[in-house]
């Protein structure tokens, strides 16, 4: 009778429940309300929901994340091998490759001032780093955390494992998705109190169309230009772009079919899971954390205005012939910011339709955010 009751006590305290702090339970709710975004609201779910799941399985089973040094038999958890695959700049990279093979880099080529756009919207990860500083990171740390501004979640992590800042990447990536997620609720209210109604009912006129040729030779020109100046650019940049390749040029449609749809889905898989295993309780819950989630939100909010305002600039210059909207997707959230600048466009005439012109600087904001990646890079002498 004794072997049966301590058998069974046991088997009772190798329960999750006897093992679990506040904390986790804290983020198992977490994980919850991240779950119900996704599936309910439909906020970014192809992000959200593997990044919420791999939250609520570390949280559950924490040695699923465990390294083979914390393991009786020298075999790390499962997560462990996919966050691995995040600090190696590896999935970060495959990402950017499905994204140019997904994204029709016509309007940029077309209206070539959307450069501008895309670069005004970088402002919020420069502000980013100077109040990352004042806040007390080191300067590595403070250039990981500022990234988030241009809510581009690859980005983020390629450089948290680029200056060693690998104790930070759950906090950032998850606040880089999350805020990625919530673009429709997060920019509307910044767009509309920095435009006038007169402003947002500006309508653009039609892009000239681009040519097979142009688009062809975009890649390899931009390749070339950014990667020689700044070569640190050229995992994010060169895969960016050799993607866009494989869709422009017209020979490769296998390449283009597994890199934008087979590929970039697996990618997604084992970069949400990891990225949401690195957030157990005890690395995810304390003051750091706060910080940067705040400082995301500040670089966010600065981005959207920083695109927005030059927008402004131009709508001037140009003789209201520029819907200041269209800046604020130069955020680089592809393709989702852009959607929002339709959006809100609409709402003020329904008869606007901002969102091919808005895509300039979308994807624009894309390459912008990897230029300042590699600029942090270039200056940390990574």
Not at 7 to 36: D, E, P, R
Not at 153 to 171: C, E, H, R, V, Y
Not at 187 to 207: F, G, S
């Amino acid at each position: 009778m004794s072997y049966v009751i301590d058998t069974l006590s046991n088997l009772l305290h190798q329960t999750a429940f006897f093992n679990l702090t506040w904390g986790n339970y804290l983020m198992i709710a977490v994980a919850c309300v991240f779950l119900f975004l996704a599936i309910a609201k439909g906020f970014e779910p192809l992000l959200l929901v593997p990044i919420a799941f791999g939250m609520l399985l570390v949280n559950i089973y924490p040695d699923i994340m465990a390294t083979p040094e914390e393991t009786s038999n020298g075999v790390g958890g499962l997560l462990h091998y996919f966050y691995l695959l995040d600090e190696w700049s590896i999935l970060p990279s495959l990402i950017f490759m499905g994204v140019g093979a997904m994204t029709d880099f016509g309007p940029l080529i077309a209206n070539p001032k959307s450069f501008l756009l895309g670069a005004a919207a970088q402002l919020g990860i420069y502000v980013a780093y100077f109040l990352a500083i004042f806040l007390g990171f080191n300067g590595k740390a403070a250039a990981a955390i500022s990234i988030i501004g241009g809510a581009d979640g690859p980005t983020s992590i390629f450089l948290a494992g680029k200056l060693g800042q690998t104790d930070l990447m759950g906090p950032i990536a998850v606040a880089a998705y999350s805020y990625m997620s919530l673009v429709p609720i997060i920019q509307p209210p910044i767009m509309k109190l920095l435009t006038t109604e007169k402003e947002r009912k500006i309508k653009m006129e039609q892009l000239r169309p681009v040519s097979k040729l142009e688009k062809i030779l975009f890649p390899i020109i931009i390749t070339i230009v950014v990667c020689m100046i700044l070569p640190t650019t050229a995992p994010l940049v060169g895969m960016l772009m050799l993607g866009n390749l494989f869709r422009e040029c017209g020979v490769v449609k296998q390449l283009t079919e597994t890199a934008s749809n087979a590929l970039m889905y697996i990618v997604v898989i084992l970069l949400g899971t990891s990225v949401g295993a690195s957030t157990s309780a005890e690395a995810f819950l304390n003051l750091d954390t706060l910080k940067i989630v705040a400082l995301g939100l500040a670089a966010f909010a600065f981005g959207t205005a920083g695109g927005v305002l030059l927008g402004k600039l131009m709508c001037k210059l140009s003789g209201g012939k520029i819907n200041p909207l269209i800046g604020s997707a130069g955020v680089s959230a592809v393709p989702m910011a852009a959607r929002v600048a339709q959006k809100v466009g609409a709402e003020a005439d329904p008869t606007n339709f901002l969102l091919m012109h808005a895509m300039g600087p979308n994807v624009a904001g894309v390459i912008g955010t990897a230029v300042a990646a590699g600029t942090f890079m270039a200056i940390f002498g990574v």
